[in-house]
């Protein structure tokens, strides 16, 4: 081999080692550069939000005594959806004392025997709800009530009408007009305005009123039972206080609903028994409002928007439970007496007060 072809095998193996180099350095991982340092930065944590209590709606409460009567509990339970449509919480407390703890209300419901005083109290405590009470009376001030008080008069009518009619109707159950009655006077009313009012009434049906057969007395008669007197000992003596007056067809018994304890001494002389109120065992006719009719849902939707009047009434009605005690034609006729008093045709004398 010659000396150049020599030099020229050493010239390739040099190309082809940088050659192999540079592929090798080719292959090398290429320097990795070391991630910036982590960087941390404080962040307030935001502060919690502080729950609001969620106001609760209005309530609508009946005030529903262990005495209150099954209809007006019954009646009671049909304002549940006068209070479902305007979305209030409709419940029933025993008492007033219960009352601050579910407030605040949109209606309060004294529910019978509730007296109106007390409600006449809730209704300032609690205005501008409406507050709904029973009363045996229309009171003798209304101007005097707070405005959101409603008041429904379980008689009916105001005083001097009703007895005045309860004096017609006893001297219509008799035959020779031994009539009688055994009463309690509302609260404002004295005792002898009541008693005259009665027989106002006795002697319009029977003028003179004169029996056509001894004892020949001065009909009719009566007995009063002073007023607030509640217990049973009182009514049945003063009972046999009027029975000994003299003998009696018919006896008109008026007063609270413990005037109810009068009833079977008086039934014992058979007489025939008017009741101012709703029927109850042993009265042969009654004569009452009956206040429930009236308070339909028409009437509670007009109640809560401030729309009725003040005093409610409804007229007197006559149920007979002794159909031989009362007669149809009694019963006509004294409707039509109703009817004529109700309009202003009849009216009891009231003795005008003297002036000072």
Known sequence: MGVGSHHGRKGWLLVMAFVLLGLGACQRAPATTPPPPAIFTATATPPRATPTATPLPPAFAVVQSPDAPPQAVTWAEGTRAWAEVHRWRWLTVPDGESLASVAPFAAIVALPPIPLDQAAEWARRYAPARVLVWSAHAPPNPDALPDNLTVVVTQGLDVPKQVFLAGYATALATTHFRAGMLYSSPPGYAAEFIADLFAQGVHYYCGLCNPAYPPVLHYPLAVEVPPGVKDQATWEESARRLLALGPFEAIFLYGPPE???????????????????????????????????????DWGKAWLAGEVEPIVRAPWQVDVRTPTAFSPGRVRRFELVLQDVLAGFIEPYIEPTPSP
């Open 259 to 297: 005037a109810a304890w009068a009833i079977p001494v008086l039934k014992e002389k058979g007489v025939t028994l008017l009741w101012a109120g709703e029927p109850i065992d042993g009265v042969d006719v009654a004569l009452y409002a009956d206040v429930w009719a009236v308070l339909d849902d």
